[in-house]
DNA sequence: CGGCTGGGTTGCATTACGCAACTTGACCCT
DNA sequence: AGGGTCAAGTTGCGTAATGCAACCCAGCCG
């Protein structure tokens, strides 16, 4: 993107897209929602280019979006973590799920799927536990990759 | 972006990225969403280049999430219309819209407000009617620009 | 001492975007 | 009859972002 803004829009929707718009965002809040925290891991999982990873990861953090932490001194190695903020993004992330779900042919299912961990019930596109009815948090969910047999069926 | 696909994902939200995360393409879904229906009234509004919202449009149209209908023969003029899967993409715009406002400094309240047609409640950041507890779609909201009295104030 | 790991930075080629100008066909004004 | 406008794009060009590979540096490992 040119800019990352969109000049002259006053609506929320350009406002959250001046943030998490740009090519690969959401997709590394979505892997460190997964549990990825670290550069490589993120390389690897994402495939996108390094160059572009580490501008990503530092807007994230000016925008408050990621934290960075040190886990270990010299040589110093950093974790990111999600903000409150980061966290608040998890809504959008499922509604984007859900949708791709009910618009992409699955011959065997969805390839992730999004569970309350308190009582284990199925999360709907509205963040919605849909066993207990309850409308849940990022805190509150559990997302689990059902690509096992697709990989084994590629070896 | 070099290419719009994330290759190696095989997650819904990538999926759902490779079609809608190009810069400016979830702007001209919502606008289409408020009524925008024409090429120069979307240029317009969204003070998007002309080339990319052509490109954009055509792509949208490929993936059926906008129909393109002559409105008038010779010379020959379109409208874009959104699909059922066009619509389906509304809880995700909602949700990005409740991030925006959560996380944007508003002095006179966010810009654009959403209200359930039926009630008249406003619509939480879920597409709940904050009013009758409704789940909503596209079809059941009304969308409002509160941008009156800058408007009125700027000149 | 050579290699590996983690977390990046640098350089270069490719691609997409922003902007302005042009096109086409029909209508509108005088 | 000539000029202007509108809608819906298309074309061409310069610039900015991306992808890729190579490089860097500090510590640890054998």
Redesign the pocket.
Same mark, same amino acid.
């Given at each position: 993107?040119? &800019?990352?803004d969109y000049p002259g829009q006053t609506c929320s929707i350009a406002k959250a897209l001046e943030v998490v718009g *740009? /090519?690969?965002t959401l997709l590394i809040v979505r892997d460190v929602m997964t549990g990825h925290r &670290?550069?490589? *891991?993120l390389q690897k999982s994402l495939?996108?280019? /390094?160059?572009?990873?580490?501008?990503r990861?530092?807007r994230l953090v000016e925008e408050d979006i990621l934290e /960075?932490r040190p886990?270990q001194e010299?040589? *110093? /190695?950093? *974790?990111?973590f999600l903000t409150e903020k980061g966290l608040d993004l998890w809504p959008s992330l499922i509604a984007l799920l859900g949708w791709g779900d009910r618009h992409t042919e699955y011959p065997d299912g969805p390839p992730m799927l999004v569970f309350h961990k308190e009582c284990g019930g199925s999360v709907s596109d509205r963040g919605v536990c849909e066993r207990c009815g309850e409308t849940l948090t990022a805190r509150d969910a559990r997302a689990v990759r059902v690509a096992e047999e697709a990989l084994a069926a590629d070896r």
């Open positions: 993107m040119l &800019r990352h *740009e /090519r690969w &670290r550069f490589d *891991e495939g996108v280019a /390094r160059n572009v990873l580490s501008a990861l530092q /960075r886990y010299s040589p *110093e /190695r950093y *974790e990111y």
